[in-house]
């Protein structure tokens, strides 16, 4: 999962008590995740609200504008896109569900089965309006720019996503009303939903999947040239029985490699591994392959993925796939 070039564009009308105006002028359908203090000072964090391009919705509290407290903001693209989960958010860690949750703010995350996500902090007038966008700042053509994309991750041929309503667009929303058998051309919010539909059955599997295979949780970095850097990037945690996509993108070559350790007190490293890269214990993204202990980085051996079967690599990583060093005490858990 990376961070996406995007940001929020704050507005700050003066309003009574209402509950946040979350206005969606990207490309990307979004999910969005509010925080706020309760009157026993502890945070409820409730998601997820959905909000296609071009809508705006009222989500979360009452805001007081007399209230000092602020508001916590997190967004993530939904599962549609090709290419990865882009988010908007901050650098204060809480705990979301995977599908819609109401939790108050609790410290392992982990241990209800919730994901760690970094929310932004709105103070003040920024609490009633928040706009996101992203850098091509589509406006009031996001909407769209939207039903472009949905188009071009679903299979048809869109070269260029500028919220403009051409020629190459309608036949591309006429060729999928036709192959999804639909009796005519729907009111766009519903359009919108349907592309959704479409581009998830057909990318939710493509990319690079690892599932844990072992008897406890292991750790997953990810090693590959991105345009024409060598970048590593870590770490997937997956419990036993789990599974995790750390390419979403129809693959058509085996151009990437991966490393695993196996955690919480088991220990043990990938073998097989032919390709080294730099990695870090904690959370890292580190570029490039060489001088990685100058740069404060270790270096493992990475292995490289099966040949891709319709755009999807799978590795099913069992206890045979790791080995433990002669009295060497095992690793802490990378990610922590």
Do not use: K
Request: charged fraction near 25%; include cysteine.
């Amino acid at each position: 999962m990376f961070r996406a070039l995007l940001f929020l564009a704050l507005l700050f009308p003066a309003v009574p008590a209402q509950a946040a105006d979350i206005c969606n002028e990207t490309s990307f359908i979004v999910e969005a995740a509010l925080g706020w203090a309760t009157p026993q000072r502890d945070i409820a964090v409730e998601g997820w609200t959905r909000i296609r391009p071009g809508e705006c919705v009222e989500a979360g509290p009452s805001i007081d504008p007399e209230s000092e407290d602020p508001l916590l903001f997190y967004a993530r693209s939904t599962a549609a896109y090709l290419g990865g989960v882009r988010e908007w958010g901050g650098q204060l860690d809480l705990c979301v569900g995977a599908s819609d949750f109401a939790v108050e703010a609790v410290s392992d995350c982990d241990a209800l089965g919730l994901d760690r996500r970094g929310f932004d902090v709105l103070r003040g007038e920024h609490r009633f309006r928040t706009v996101l966008v992203e850098p091509a700042d589509f406006g009031e053509d996001a909407q769209e720019a939207g039903i472009q994309r949905l188009l071009r991750d679903a299979g048809y041929d869109i070269r260029l996503i500028d919220g403009l309503d051409g020629r190459r667009t309608t036949r591309a929303i006429a060729a999928f009303v036709q192959a999804e058998g639909l009796p005519r051309t729907p009111p766009r919010p519903e359009l919108i939903d349907a592309l959704e539909a479409a581009a998830i059955r057909r990318n939710a599997e493509a990319g690079l999947v690892v599932c844990n295979e072992t008897e406890g949780r292991i750790a997953v970095a990810l090693g590959r040239q991105r345009e024409s850097v060598w970048e590593a990037r870590g770490w997937w945690r997956l419990d036993a029985g789990g599974c995790a996509r750390l390419i979403a993108d129809h693959l058509s070559t085996a151009n990437a490699w991966f490393y695993a350790e196996r955690t919480g007190g088991t220990g043990g490293r990938l073998q097989g591994g032919t390709e080294n890269f730099c990695y870090s214990p904690s959370r890292f993204v580190a570029e490039g392959r060489t001088e990685c202990a100058g740069r404060g980085y270790s270096t493992a051996p990475f292995r490289q993925i099966p040949d891709p079967v319709d755009g999807t690599s799978r590795v099913e990583l069992t206890i045979a796939d790791f080995r433990v060093p002669a009295q060497q005490p095992a690793p802490e858990d990378p990610g922590q």
